[in-house]
């Protein structure tokens, strides 16, 4: 590997600029893919769309589940859509996760999720060496009718 290493956070803008013009989107069905300001995608399916958006937690605070549920809501509803699914990948250090920090994390994300609106419908919970802190990565979706679809805040991107 070369180049200087990078610090914590998000990758320079310059980067990520350069990754989105080497690979294109080739699929008539995305309606928005990734780009600069986008923390969201959208597909179009037969009469809808379906937006995506994808998001982890990784700085450290006591109620990670809450912000989970609604960093990538607050995305979606920044779209113009309205937040319905979620999957959650959490990440939990060995040597310190006990059955009941488990709980109290679902708990909580349930709890956020209910309150709002939106259905936890799957993800993969691990402990993992990897890890010194709860990662949680949560990828929200929702459906909007083709017609709501000017009502988004994007444009399909030229192709």
């Not at 399916?45 to 450290?60: E, Q, R, S």
Request: net charge neutral; aromatic share 4%.
């Amino acid at each position: 590997m070369t180049g200087p290493l990078l610090p914590s956070g998000k990758i320079p803008g310059t980067l990520l600029a350069d990754l989105l013009r080497r690979y294109p989107i080739a699929d008539q069905r995305v309606l928005i893919g990734p780009g600069m300001g986008r923390d969201a995608a959208a597909l179009q399916m037969t009469d809808t769309a379906l937006v995506i958006k994808t998001d982890p937690i990784t700085f450290p605070t006591d109620d990670a589940a809450w912000h989970l549920v609604h960093i990538n809501a607050n995305d979606l509803a920044c779209q113009g859509a309205t937040p319905r699914w979620l999957l959650v990948t959490a990440l939990l250090p060995a040597g310190e996760t006990t059955t009941s920090s488990v709980i109290d994390i679902y708990e909580r994300l349930h709890a956020a999720a209910s309150s709002i609106g939106i259905v936890v419908i799957g993800g993969h919970t691990e402990v993992t060496d990897g890890v010194t802190r709860p990662i949680l990565m949560g990828t929200m979706l929702c459906e909007v009718p083709t017609p709501r679809r000017r009502r988004l805040r994007w444009t399909r991107p030229e192709r």
